[in-house]
């Protein structure tokens, strides 16, 4: 089974992607931890990648084809996949749509996280995490039982991301958005395509997918 897994920062697709891993001993493929593993790595495509990076340009498209199918040749044929970041463009999707044939895979799921972009911006700037132990919570969901202590390991230290503020989540939710709209009605053609309530409940979301893929 191969499935793209569509959604904004913050809408729950690395959750989802790993309760997927665990059900069913799927493979997650993010490009940039690809891209991270293979510039670590010193593979000749990951130097290829380094340089591209050090001069400050966006990896080209055939990097990142070239990362993917290493990737897909060395799980074997009978691993599930979840694409996550890729592709982004016509043009990557037409290079999936290429990558996947010549290993006799097609794609079977695109499975879109929907959400509201108000409640989504409420859900991102109100986190934080223990600055000790990483336990995650909200000021208004999730709120530690006493306000200066964590409940896991009770340190007195919180952090929040500097990223997790209101102009960088409604800029992402625009990139998300003029990166999607290329892509989608190519796979709505082809009836794959499957949108979830990504505002929903964890376990919602979950089972919701689980209807998709294995009904």
């Known amino acids: 089974m191969n499935i793209i897994l569509l959604g904004p920062p913050g809408a729950g697709k690395g959750t989802q992607a790993q309760r997927l891993v665990e059900r069913h001993g799927m493979?997650?493929?993010?490009?940039g931890d690809m891209l991270r593993a293979?510039?670590?790595?010193?593979t000749p495509v990951g130097l290829q990648a380094k340089a591209v990076m050090e001069r400050g340009e966006l990896v080209s498209d055939a990097i990142v084809s070239a990362i993917i199918g290493y990737?897909?040749?060395?799980?074997?044929?009978?691993?599930g996949v979840i694409f996550d970041g890729y592709p982004r463009t016509?043009?990557?999707a037409e290079a999936l749509d290429a990558l996947l044939a010549e290993r006799g895979r097609k794609l079977d799921h695109v499975v879109e996280l929907e959400v509201d972009e108000d409640a989504l911006v409420e859900r991102i700037t109100g986190r934080f995490t223990c600055a000790s132990c990483g336990k995650g919570y909200h000021d208004k969901f999730d709120r530690p039982r006493m306000p200066d202590n964590c409940d896991k390991c009770g340190n007195s230290g919180f952090k929040r991301r500097p990223?997790?503020?209101?102009?960088?989540?409604?800029?992402r939710m625009a990139e998300y958005r003029g990166k999607t709209?290329?892509?989608l009605p190519i796979y709505n053609a082809r009836g794959i395509?499957?949108?979830v309530d990504g505002m929903g409940d964890i376990d919602q979301?979950?089972?919701a997918i689980e209807k998709i893929v294995a009904p």
């Open 27 to 31: 493979r997650q493929l993010s490009t």
């Open 38 to 42: 293979a510039v670590r790595a010193k």
């Open 71 to 79: 990737e897909l040749d060395a799980m074997g044929p009978d691993a």
């Open 90 to 92: 016509a043009a990557q």
């Open 163 to 171: 990223d997790d503020n209101e102009e960088t989540v409604r800029t």
């Open 181 to 183: 709209e290329p892509i």
């Open 193 to 195: 395509v499957s949108r």
């Open 205 to 207: 979301v979950t089972a």
